[in-house]
């Protein structure tokens, strides 16, 4: 990890021994106020010594084909939909000199071009069913400062970590639910069909009726009773 203000080393080693056949482990940028983007090199090959560039993200600016709506009471924006190509979807903190807090009802219905979606600290109202069908989304990022939505893993919670709001569509293989959790909410994990274990905690208390529908865990459970860990769902 190298820091982008100046490119010292942060972490991790400079120099990497790599042995005929294998991999060398890509460094990782971290820069104040900007998303790193990966470099202008691939490494999946490496012959000789090799300069890359480092790609950056400004999220003060956001992602072209983004739809808003503004809220003529309060002056404020909602994201309404996505018609644009990038796999990663920055939500700007402010459109046309006016916040955006809000991401509106199926927003992203049924998009299968974005990938990952940043979302900044201005967001404190998620409208009704934005992400279902968006089959690639694997991961909603939520800024650190952020009042009222936190992310972990890529996973959408509410800013305490105790509610797991939302499971993006395109993540697949196992998702850890973490300690703290205490409620999923109503058709957090629907569609992912891609999530073939999921890890629940002990604090897990409530899980409503929709939660799993069309999930790849619940099809390969036994019939009968389904447990999800100390909960039968």
């Known amino acids: 990890t190298f820091d982008g203000a100046g490119g010292q080393l942060v972490s991790g080693e400079e120099v990497q021994s790599v042995h005929h056949g294998e991999s060398a482990v890509a460094p990782v ?24 560039t480092a790609r950056w993200i400004d999220p ?4 072209d084909g983004l739809d808003y709506t ?31 807090t809000r991401i509106g009802n199926g927003a992203f219905l049924n998009n299968t071009t974005i990938r990952i979606l940043e979302l900044p600290a201005g967001i404190t109202s998620i409208g009704v069913d934005p992400f279902l069908g968006a089959t ?23 800013a305490t970590e105790t509610f797991l709001i939302r499971c ?31 890890t629940f905690p002990d604090t897990l208390v409530e899980i409503p009726a929709n939660t799993f529908y069309h999930t790849a865990w ?7 009773i389904v447990y999800a860990g100390k909960v039968a769902y």
Not at 136 to 158: C, K, Q, R, T
Request: one cysteine or more; aromatic letters at 12%.
């Open 218 to 224: 619940l099809d390969a459970q036994p019939d009968g």
């Open 29 to 52: 940028y971290a820069r104040k106020d900007y998303l790193f983007d990966g470099f202008d090199v691939a490494f999946d090959v490496v012959t000789a010594d090799l300069y890359v």
């Open 136 to 158: 690639h989304l694997e991961e909603i990022n939520v800024a650190f400062e952020n009042p009222s939505y936190a992310s972990i893993d890529g996973v959408l919670y509410d």
């Open 168 to 198: 993006p569509q395109g993540m697949t293989g196992t998702v850890t639910i973490p300690d703290g959790v205490v409620k999923l909410a109503d058709r957090a994990f629907v569609e992912c069909r891609g999530v073939t274990d999921i």
């Open 60 to 63: 003060s600016q956001g992602t």
């Open 70 to 100: 503004l809220d003529p009471f309060t002056y404020t924006y909602q994201v309404s939909g996505y018609w644009g190509s990038a796999s990663t979807v920055i939500v700007p903190a402010t459109h046309n000199g006016h916040p955006v």
